[in-house]
């Protein structure tokens, strides 16, 4: 059984999902896999094409962090990890999959993510938690976001633990409008709507119910904490010399391969 469950949500973009599959068979190491979720009233639904590779969850319509939490949550029993990532990253380091779930073997439970070119500084665009922490939460994203300021949270969820672990010599690229990588297409535009509301949610999130998980999360995985009931803040750390180059609709033993 593989070690990780990466799940990627896409909607509208069947082409996108073709570029993310080669670049999957071309990278991962065979101890990971990949769940795409699709709604069922996406026009293009019929136009998705897994080629094998990925396992395929249908239903109806919901937004990015709705179907990430439902898969992620439904499958913690199954993976010693779950992830997240978009239809447009593209792995591009041999055996990523592997060198970053080992970083996390190597502290135990936390969060990791390697490059993805696309920011500076780096942040978990595309990112891998321990289940032990999805299943104490009961999320793997706030489930007060549609998508935005996802990677915001994975960044402060693995700091504020002290267990972020950032590898470097692992590129999964994030082949995205705002870098000239891609073309703004309906789904980001979709998306853009969201922005704001995102973005009050997520500070709101943080700042009124964040502490209280925080502090819970820590005791329950055994993690020192400060005086304030929250675990020690930091940086995440650099792993070096890795190689180079809800309501559950669809639960475990619902995804399709196709």
């Known amino acids: 059984m593989p070690s990780l469950l990466m799940i990627v949500p896409s909607r509208g973009r069947p082409a996108n999902l073709d ?138 969820l693995g700091a504020d633990l002290g267990r972020a672990v950032f590898v470097p010599e692992v590129v999964v690229e994030h082949v995205h409008y705002t870098t000239g990588r891609a073309s703004i297409d309906h789904t980001y535009l979709e998306r853009a709507n969201d922005i704001d509301a995102d973005r009050e949610h997520y500070h709101a999130f943080m700042a009124e119910e964040w502490p209280k998980l925080l502090g819970e999360l820590a005791a329950g995985l055994g993690i020192a904490g400060t005086p304030d009931g929250s675990a020690t803040s930091g940086d995440a750390r650099a792993i070096p010399g890795a190689r180079t180059t809800p309501r559950p609709r669809h639960g475990p033993h619902e995804l399709s391969p196709t």
């Open 19 to 156: 570029g993310l599959v080669q670049a999957w068979r071309e990278t991962t190491s065979g101890d990971a896999d990949l769940v795409v979720a699709l709604d069922d009233d996406d026009p293009q639904l019929y136009q998705y094409n897994a080629h094998r590779v990925a396992m395929v969850a249908v239903g109806p319509r919901q937004s990015f962090v709705e179907w990430t939490n439902e898969i992620a949550v439904g499958n913690t029993d199954r993976y010693r990890f779950v992830g997240t990532m978009g239809d447009d990253h593209r792995p591009r380091t041999p055996r990523w999959d592997e060198l970053l779930c080992s970083s996390l073997d190597s502290i135990g439970s936390g969060v990791a993510y390697g490059d993805d070119r696309a920011s500076l500084p780096v942040v978990p665009s595309a990112a891998i938690v321990s289940s032990d922490i999805v299943a104490r939460l009961g999320f793997l994203l706030p489930p007060v976001l549609a998508h935005h300021n996802s990677e915001a949270f994975l960044q402060a």
